[in-house]
């Protein structure tokens, strides 16, 4: 049985009220022997994304060939899967080696803080990445007056609001709550869902703020992905040309891969049943879109995308020329 750290106070009503100074993570596994196996696949994995993530951003920042709205938002997309991989990853490679798996108060709530901001950032960036794609094929004339600097910015900028505002709402709702004393999270880090059900006091209106804005943000941005596609499948079959056909088929290709992926993902995590919930199964999927997905992107559109290609072409044969 672990006890939990905390300070008991006191109060005028003679109540035992407890001030958690840190949680405990149950996180992946409680068998000892698939701790290290576990902190070296986790760990590769990590390594993968962070090296592919920070490539994709420098690539598209540094190469002539890349600066179109297209890689202008696929540079926010590595930085979002940077930012919330890297908002759980290392706790969690931490306490694969460590003797306790504890999480301090302060950086459970900043935990929570970050991968709700980037989380949220990354459904609503697929989502202009999505309407981008849309003007492209389109719309190919007016792409250049549509997709300026500053409509990208727009799209970017007000998605990153959003989120910071709701990911301190959620925050601070759940971190201003009476906690019963109990600190065991059954997760590797810190969620909301998990977080909930610590709490002594009323969870309905935090839980209603989730459902609504989770309901919100992934139908709504999944119903910007749908339509935009729809147009452009309709705009692909009133081609004449297979060739064209199929350029425009390969630019969408890799978003339509990642986008697949991710929502499928959430959908299974947030929008299950409550009768059927289970944090086992909340943690596969954690995995999933927390370490997998963010590995996986830079891949996804390394792999399929011709010009990505073509720039980590040009900059190794540049290195190449480099006078040892």
């Given at each position: 049985?672990v006890v939990?750290?905390?300070i008991?106070?006191?109060?005028?009503?003679?109540?035992?009220?407890?001030?958690?100074?840190?949680f405990?993570?149950?996180?992946i596994?409680?068998?000892?022997e698939?701790?290290?196996?576990?902190?070296?696949?986790?760990?590769?994995?990590?390594?993968?994304?962070?090296?592919?993530?920070?490539?994709?951003?420098i690539?598209?920042k540094v190469?002539?060939r890349l600066?179109?709205?297209m890689?202008?938002?696929?540079?926010?997309?590595a930085?979002?899967?940077?930012?919330?991989?890297?908002a759980?990853?290392?706790?969690?490679?931490v306490?694969?080696?460590?003797?306790?798996?504890?999480?301090?108060?302060?950086?459970?709530a900043t935990?929570l803080?970050?991968?709700?901001?980037?989380?949220?950032?990354?459904?609503?960036?697929?989502?202009?990445?999505?309407?981008?794609?849309?003007?492209?094929?389109?719309?190919?004339?007016?792409y250049?007056i549509?997709?300026s600097?500053?409509?990208?910015?727009?799209?970017?900028?007000?998605?990153?609001?959003y989120?910071?505002?709701l990911?301190?709402i959620?925050?601070?709702?759940?971190?201003?709550?009476?906690?019963?004393?109990?600190?065991?999270?059954?997760?590797?880090?810190?969620?909301s869902?998990?977080?909930?059900?610590?709490?002594?006091?009323?969870?309905r209106?935090i839980?209603?703020?989730?459902?609504?804005?989770?309901?919100f943000?992934?139908?709504?941005?999944?119903?910007?992905?749908?339509?935009?596609y729809?147009?452009?499948?309709?705009?692909?079959?009133?081609?004449?040309?297979?060739e064209g056909?199929?350029?425009?088929?390969?630019?969408c290709g890799?978003?339509?891969?990642?986008?697949?992926?991710?929502?499928?993902t959430?959908?299974?995590?947030y929008?299950?049943?409550?009768?059927?919930?289970?944090?086992?199964?909340?943690?596969?999927?954690s995995?999933f879109?927390?370490?997998?997905?963010?590995?996986?992107?830079?891949?996804?559109?390394?792999l399929?995308?011709?010009?990505?290609?073509?720039?980590?072409?040009?900059?190794?044969?540049?290195?190449?020329?480099l006078?040892?």
């Amino acid at each position: 049985m672990v006890v939990p750290t905390a300070i008991s106070l006191y109060g005028l009503d003679e109540q035992n009220l407890t001030v958690l100074t840190e949680f405990i993570l149950m996180g992946i596994t409680d068998h000892p022997e698939l701790q290290a196996p576990f902190f070296g696949f986790f760990l590769v994995i990590y390594t993968v994304s962070v090296v592919g993530n920070l490539g994709m951003i420098i690539l598209t920042k540094v190469d002539s060939r890349l600066q179109t709205p297209m890689y202008f938002f696929l540079r926010h997309l590595a930085f979002i899967d940077l930012g919330y991989s890297s908002a759980v990853a290392p706790k969690m490679l931490v306490n694969f080696v460590a003797d306790q798996n504890t999480i301090p108060y302060n950086w459970c709530a900043t935990q929570l803080a970050f991968f709700i901001l980037f989380i949220i950032s990354e459904l609503f960036n697929l989502s202009a990445m999505a309407y981008d794609r849309y003007v492209a094929i389109c719309n190919p004339l007016l792409y250049t007056i549509v997709m300026s600097q500053r409509v990208c910015w727009g799209l970017i900028t007000i998605p990153y609001v959003y989120s910071a505002c709701l990911s301190l709402i959620i925050t601070i709702k759940i971190f201003m709550a009476s906690f019963c004393g109990h600190n065991v999270i059954r997760h590797f880090y810190c969620d909301s869902l998990p977080l909930l059900t610590l709490l002594c006091s009323s969870t309905r209106d935090i839980e209603l703020i989730i459902l609504i804005f989770s309901a919100f943000n992934l139908i709504s941005s999944l119903l910007i992905v749908l339509v935009s596609y729809i147009l452009i499948l309709m705009a692909i079959l009133r081609m004449n040309s297979a060739e064209g056909r199929l350029k425009a088929f390969s630019t969408c290709g890799s978003h339509l891969t990642v986008v697949v992926v991710l929502y499928v993902t959430l959908f299974f995590m947030y929008m299950q049943p409550k009768s059927s919930h289970s944090f086992d199964t909340d943690k596969i999927a954690s995995i999933f879109y927390t370490l997998i997905i963010p590995m996986l992107n830079p891949i996804i559109y390394s792999l399929r995308n011709k010009e990505v290609k073509g720039a980590l072409h040009r900059i190794w044969k540049n290195l190449h020329k480099l006078p040892v």
